[in-house]
């Protein structure tokens, strides 16, 4: 066991105000199994690089280990993944590769393929192998689940319970309930680290949150009692003090040392009352400061005129030689949540795609109405730069519409102003999800729409899908929200 220490971080990218962290400090242990959460934009893969040195900052970040980062970064993917492997760790053992390859489910023929023939999860699980293997090193895992199907995390999760010594970011709250003992938390204002899983974190939040709450209501209702209570009693004074200069009803002269000693104290007493209500204050402002902001999210899909809306008949999807998926058929009708699962290749994207009118080679019946108006959300945001304005414009939908959505997904006002390029891989798919929510369409269609996407932004979503329940077909690997969401599955 070693420790890593955190000491006064701070860090701000060149040319930026706002410091991402500030005066940072806590500490690790390096036998942990860590998940890493925050809201979109906060600064988790910032930190991870920050740990391998890639950018400067003031403060110490000391450890007696050295950090290994996921996903390694290839000089080229061509190569055969032997030679990949042998390019994240020349050292290795073949013995001890295929031992971890085994406990991943991974045939040892994958390692003489070129790298870029297998697939994503594939090379996932060759990158995590090679990677456990070295000595010595804490391990950095940055949202590895992005690119596995429902049955690889299942597998790779298993895996990590297993390991120790890494850092997990992952916004899958299954995922790190399985392999995670500690969980690291960005917040608003700092960071902070907790024994237990994901589970255990959320109710130990929501349990904090919900006293801040009570307590600083109570708080407010203290301030407003006794800074009434401190005007009565100024007010009282005041006019304690102006009866020295006047007389009795009787007419006899007024003991003006009795009065002024009267007035004093009343004084005193709005003086207290006022020192109460600044310690008040001050303890009210220690409140509410990491209670995360997730406000109500809604959808108005338009009213189609049948109830049937898409009929697929014995679709076969194929492309070249290659056949993804055979013989599909199913039928989307008003108020169903449809969950399309199958492992990754089965064709859930390409039938997507068919049904939105993408140019997609089939055989079988596709049959929707003309009239039908569709909103898709796809897996890809790479094409995504320029302001949000014009973007909004350019997609036809409301700006303010847009742009109120996405402040509700925790976008900042200043974040607004910044070109969509810039923004984090969580923060871009929020865009495509608020575009969505923007649009008028009998149908919504999105394609793995939680990927990067934070947890609680994730939780924002399952609330606006269970309360205004759309028409919905979806591809989405958060077994969690699948559960909670879909009304039927479909599985290729």
Known sequence: MSLINVTNLTFAYDGSYDNIFEHVSFQLDTDWKLGFTGRNGRGKTTFLQLLLGKYEYSGTISANVS????????????????????????????????????????????????????????????????LFLKDNQFLLIDEPTNHLDLHARKIVSEYLRNKSGFILVSHDRSFLDHCADHILSINKTNIEIQKGNFSAWWENKRRQDQFELASNEK??????????????TGGWSHEVEKSKNGTRNSGSKVDKGYIGHKAAKMMKRSK?????????????????????????????QLDFHKNELVELENVTIAYGSTTVCTDVSFTIEKGDRIALYGKNGSGKSSLLKLICGENISYTGLCRKDPQLKISYVSQDTSDLSGNLSEYAFNQGIDESLFK?????????????????????????????????????????????????????????????LLEFEPTLLFVEHDSEFCTNIATKVIDL
């Open 404 to 464: 109120s959505i996405l402040r509700k997904l925790d976008f900042s006002r200043l974040q607004l102003e910044k070109d969509i390029s810039s923004f984090s891989a969580g923060q871009k798919k929020k865009v495509l999800i608020a575009k969505s929510l923007s649009e008028q369409a009998h149908l919504h269609i999105w394609d793995e729409p939680l990927n990067f996407v934070d947890v609680i932004s994730r939780m924002q979503i399952e609330d606006l």
């Open 219 to 232: 708080l407010m209702k203290d301030i407003k009692r006794l800074s009434d209570s401190a005007k009565r």
């Open 67 to 130: 950090f290994e980062y996921f996903p390694f970064q290839l000089k080229d993917k061509s190569m055969m993944t032997l030679d990949v492997v042998e390019d994240i760790y020349p050292e290795y053992l073949y013995w001890q590769l295929a031992r971890e390859l085994n406990l991943l489910k991974v045939s040892e023929d994958v390692l003489y393929r070129p790298f870029d023939s297998l697939s994503q999860g594939e090379q996932t699980k060759v990158m995590l192998a090679a």
């Open 272 to 300: 207290n009352l006022e020192q109460r209500q600044q310690s008040a204050i001050q303890e009210k402002s220690k409140l509410l400061k990491n209670i995360e902001n997730a406000e109500r999210l809604q959808i108005h």
